[in-house]
């Protein structure tokens, strides 16, 4: 069963620091597109950082560049969003995703087939 759980989400400071980590199971996190996403209260899911399967290279949304890094250990089979330097504008429930198939390899954003449950994250002084 595949499976994408997140963890360590809660509530930071502006300026502060939090790290997310996604569990998967019944498959190899190595071996695929994966990335994160967020749905802040009242606006549309959006791609927030993926990391591409053919080549291993990153991409990151404008909002979060420099600030944000995605990673991956692949002996835990877990990959992790370090979010440094937190606005109250990142406000939101974080999903963790996968792309099992690759029929938009090539697309670093489309074709998350599967999806953690979400975390929330509140960034609030």
């Known amino acids: 069963q595949v499976q994408l759980v997140e963890s360590g989400g809660g509530l930071v400071q502006p300026g502060g620091s939090l790290r997310l980590s996604c569990g998967a199971s019944?498959?190899?996190?190595?071996?695929?597109?994966i990335g994160w996403f967020r749905q802040a209260p009242g606006k549309e899911r959006e791609g927030v950082s993926c990391?591409?399967?053919?080549?291993?290279?990153?991409d990151y949304a404008d909002s979060v560049k420099g600030r944000f890094t995605i990673s991956r250990d692949n002996a835990k089979n877990t990959m992790f969003l370090e979010m440094n330097s937190l606005k109250p504008e990142d406000t939101a429930v974080y999903y963790c995703?996968?792309?099992?198939?690759?029929?938009?390899?090539?697309?670093?954003?489309?074709?998350?087939?599967?999806w953690g449950k979400g975390i929330l994250v509140t960034v609030s002084s």
């Open positions: 995703a996968a792309d099992l198939v690759g029929s938009r390899w090539w697309d670093c954003w489309s074709g998350m087939e599967y």
């Open positions: 019944g498959f190899t996190l190595e071996h695929y597109k």
């Open positions: 990391i591409r399967s053919h080549d291993g290279s990153t």
